[in-house]
């Protein structure tokens, strides 16, 4: 089910750089104790926001590909991954790991008053790897596309 798929390459790697900030920001608060990390809103705010922006970020990526070269119209944040999945562009196991992405990102944005912050320190803990995963699966699925040129190879 592999086609030559093509790819904005400033686009994603726009995309990409500012993702790039935004996890070395989140491996910063990533080093703060959970008790520290509760006790000041400043802590769980930034990292909502940071995990919100990266998410969106991810989704943004994947509908570029999804619609630039797909017939299939995603009617769901969901579905921009699931399709990503079923052509092979991030594997089964990134697939679930964003399904829950997206869902957490839903509810950052249209649950927040139902947002536990213990939750938001889980994520910061054990998922940020999550988002290196699509960048490398995205990486190397493009690798002609994106890193070509000596400029930047930096990216990866």
Known sequence: MCLRI?????????RFNKLDQLLENLRELKEIGKEEFLS?????????????????????IGNH???????EKPETFT????????H????????TQFTKMVRFRNLLGH????IN???IYDILQNNLKDFHSFKEAILRKFKE????????KNTT
């Open 65 to 71: 590909i999804v619609t630039l070269n797909n017939k």
């Open 117 to 119: 912050n213990e939750i």
């Open 6 to 14: 093509k790819v904005n390459r400033d686009l994603i790697l726009t």
């Open 40 to 60: 000041n809103y400043k802590n769980y705010f930034t990292t909502q926001r940071a995990l919100e922006i990266s998410i969106n970020i991810c989704i943004d």
């Open 79 to 86: 579905d921009i991954i699931k399709i990503l999945a079923k």
């Open 111 to 114: 649950f927040y008053l139902e």
């Open 145 to 152: 596309d994106l890193i070509g040129d000596s400029n930047h």
């Open 88 to 95: 092979e562009i991030i594997s089964d196991e990134l697939e």
